[in-house]
Each structure stands twice: as C-alpha cells, then as structure tokens.
C-alpha cells in the first residue's frame, strides 16, 4: 500500500512539473454570475472539474447526500450536496499534495435559498482541517470562491467544503487546483513587478537646432518610488534627532501609533489637545513624507474614552461629529488617507449607539469635507487569519457595498486597508487570491499596519509578504508596523526568547535597535527597498539620439552631458504607469 501511495506522490508530482509551466491566474470577480467561468488552469490537479463525466473523482462527505445536476438551457452539470445534516456535509475530492508547493484553488458556489459563507477545507491525514477560502454564495447565481494552502510534508488530503446553515443546499461547478514551485511563484512576482511596477524610458537628446544627438552621455536616478512604502511612528519622532533620520532616510510614508487618534487628542469632553500631533505632522510635511488620517473613529467599544460611553446616543452622535470636524478640518491636506471608521467589521460601537448606518453617515461626511482625499477601510485578520469569517475578502467586498449603498454614497471611490498583525505563518497563496478578489472592486488596496511575530522565521515571512504586496498589480502601498521607541527595541526585547508572548512595551517587528542599527528585519528591508528602485542607470544615445531602459514608476533625476557643451545639465521627470514608452526630450 506504501508503495502504491509513492507511486501516486511521484505521479502528482509529475502532474504538478507539467501543469506548472503556465502561469498564475490574477483573475477574480466579485459579481454573481448567471454561470461560472471555465475552470482556470483547465481544472489543474483536479479530475473532472465541470462534471462532464458525472460525478467521476468526486465523492461524497459526511452525512448529506449529493447528485449531479444539469442546468438544461445552457447544458451545465454541476454537483450537488443536499439533506446535510452537519456544517461539513458536502462533496470532496482526494489529492496526494507535496510539501514546498504552493497550491491556489478556485471554484464555483450557488445555494438554493439565501446568502451564505461556504468555505473550502483540506483535511489532513490525522484529522487537521486547513482552511483554503471562502466565499458568499447566493440563490440564483454564481460565485466565486478563490484560495490557497500550502502543506509541511508530502501526504493525501482530501478537499471539501462547510457552510454552518445545514438547511441550504451547496452547489459547486468548475473547480481547479494549482501547484506552484517557490521558483515558479517568485518567477511570476518578478514578471509582474515588472509589468505593473515599471515602464520602458526613452530619453531623446537634440541638439539647439533639432538635430539627433549621438554619443550623450545620460544618467538616471529615481528620487521617489511611485509605490510608497511608509512605517508607523510614534512621538518620540518629533525631538530625537536619531530616529528622524532613520525614518526620513527610509520611508515615504507615516502612520501614527496612537497619536491621530480620538483617545490621544480628547482625554476628556472638549479638552482637545493637538501639541504632538500637530508637531508630528509638521515634520513629515517639512520632510516631505505623506502621513495617512490613522483614525477618525475607532468602531470598538474598548477603545474608546470612558466619557464618550457614558453618554445619551444623541449626545454621543454631537461629540462624534465635532471629533470629525475638529480632524479633518485641521489636516485636510496634510494626510494621504483617512481611516474613517477603523475596524467596523468586528466592532459595532457606534451601529449599536447611533444606528445601523453610522459608518455610512461619517464616510458621507468626511468625504463632503475632504473631497480630494481617499478615504479607507481599515481591518485585521483578512490576510492573517482566513478562520475569521467576519472579514473573508467577500465580507469586505460586502461592507463596501454597505457603505456605498447610503444616499449619496453610490458613487465615493473608496480604499482597502488591510492591516497585516501575522502572529501565525503567512498563507502567501491565500494572500494572491485574497488580493485578486479584493482588487476587482478596482479599489486601490494597502497593507497598513504590517508586522510578524517574533522569532527565527520572522525575516522571511517579512521578505514573502513585501514580495507579494508589491507585485500584485491591485496593491498601491504599504506602511510597516515598527513605530519605535527607546524602550519598544532594545536589548531586553530583542534576546527575549519567549515568542509567544510579548514583553511589556516591546515590539514585535523591529528595523533596529535602540541605537538605530539594524536588525536581520532591517537587513530584508533595506535589501528589498534597494532592489525595487533605479538608481545610477548610464548609458549613451544611440545613432537615433536616444538612450532607452526600463525604470520603476516614479519621480527621476536625469543628467545629461556631451562634448558640445561646456558642463552636464540636470533635469527632472516622472513615470507614471502606461503600457506605452515614455519619451523624454531634452535639448543640448
């Protein structure tokens, strides 16, 4: 029997070096279709993905029942698991999966009445259930579900599927699962990178009477990245003169620990006090860094003032309002991004207090005041805990809906912050697909507080997760968690050994130390930092008088010099994406 499961891993890997060569699929959507889309990768590892041959490969799971269905007009077959009894009772598929392979699955769902999470599972031989993605299927339509896993050891699982609502049929068509080397999966991210993050740069040299110039010398160097890449911050920013420089020499971008927020500027009912913040935004604006609106509300209970609760709603609705137009009024063009109302998915506070749409009305507000500002979600656990069926990546798609469904909000454009607290190993497959499905809103997505816990492992789930972030076409920027302060680095916090627990005021992702030298996770920052931007490019116009190179999108400095004239001149211009070169003409 051992050496028949062998043959079966040997031939599934055989399966996954031939099925690799194509490459990953980016795409999603977030509609309920009238039918699904054909399976991607032609199904890849699965048998019988659209059920042409009956319910051959397939088998039943649990205690329901299943069939197969056919929709006659259009011919359709699809596989059905009914009478369930039990929240697993659905359908599955075995698979011998191997470990160091990435896995990305998709697949179809409709229920026969409602709207319900159905969740895709691989189950482990000793009974471990892994959790691959979920989705909101419907009544009358179809949705898709997409998602990933990864394995630790070659072994058979078994795929099936969960729906907590055990009167509902599940049904599902078109399935596909596809395994991905870590070589085949960075090869795709650098072609991606490399599609979405750059752009071809003709520089065209003519002499004063229009005439091609061959032979000039041309150097370019990127100044600022188009892709911005920020780290929270804290208040110690503003006197020590070590930590403004670290910060300024490395990031484009804040975000404030604490000190936006509602807690922090109004201790007490109109005692507004503005002194840090206002010093720390007068900083980065001097050092020309975007700071990001981090928060205008907090929706959760816990953390807001004691005061703030133990007021009538109506009066509650008075000091909310005066907190968003004492904000947003003072920093309306100082910020990059407000965060309206931080993690209203798991938290309903001011719902419970001022009504079901009390998220809607302030993003209505806060828009009407600061129009030309991009207003975000901002929630935890989508990436790092697919288990939390509070935020699946179609529970957000739904709370935008929400949020836009409000009179006079069908049309604000919106942002996805997705906030990155990895305290279990990133799922990167997971990620790709949650990034898919999020970004076919068009909506730009950022990962806002990006941190992972401590320990030996930290520094690479750090390097995969940056890698994936910046090479998804639908991702716009990323703020790293490791605001720091004197105490948040040092010795006793990093040689702590205990990586489950965090030492009182330390952090969990630290760029330095507390004299500012780097840590193992600086090392990884710095080293991706330096590789996703231009820097020194030379060269020579050719006969034609142009000098081409693919750059990063971003702002540039070009010099440019030749024996015609007495010295070099320097100039300046910006890639912005497009699929087209972009010509840039000087003159001698």
Known sequence: MKSF??????????LTGCAASSPYDYSATIDCLGGPWSPLYDGGLIGNPNFDSGL????????????LRTTKYVNNNYMVAYDRKMPTDSFSHIFYVQKDLYYTFSAWFQIDEGSEIISAFVQEPNGTNVIVGSVIAKSGCWSMLKGGFEVDQNMKVQLFFASKNTDIEIWIDNASLKPFTKAEWRAQQNKSINKVRKRNVRIHVTSPDGLKVRGAKVIINQTRSEFIVGSGTTSYIVDNKGYQDWFVSRFAA??????????????????????????????????GIAVRGHAVHWDATNVNQYWVKLLAPRDIFRAAMRRVGSIVSRYSGSVNGWDVMNENMHNSFFEEKLGANASAMFYQIVRAMDPQTPLFLNEYNVLEYPMDLKVIPWKYVEKIREIRAFTGNEDMPLSIGIQGHFLLKPNVSHIRASFDILGATGMPIWLTELDFRRGPNQVFEFEDVMREAFAHPSVEGIIVWAGWKPTSCNERCLSDKNYTVLPTGCMELCLVDSNFNNTPAGDVYDKLMKEWKTTNVTGFTDKEGIFEEKVFLGEYSLTYSH??????VITKFNVTRAKEPLDVWVSL
């Open 5 to 14: 499961q062998m043959l079966v891993i040997l031939f599934s890997a055989l």
């Open 563 to 568: 024996p015609l004239i007495p010295r070099p």
């Open 254 to 287: 804040a975000t404030f620990n604490n000190e936006m927020k509602w807690y922090y500027t109004e201790v007490g009912p109109d005692m507004e006090n503005y002194t840090v913040t206002d010093a720390m935004v007068s900083f980065f604006r001097q050092n």
């Open 56 to 67: 051959d490969e397939w088998d039943k799971f649990g205690l329901g029942k299943v069939e």
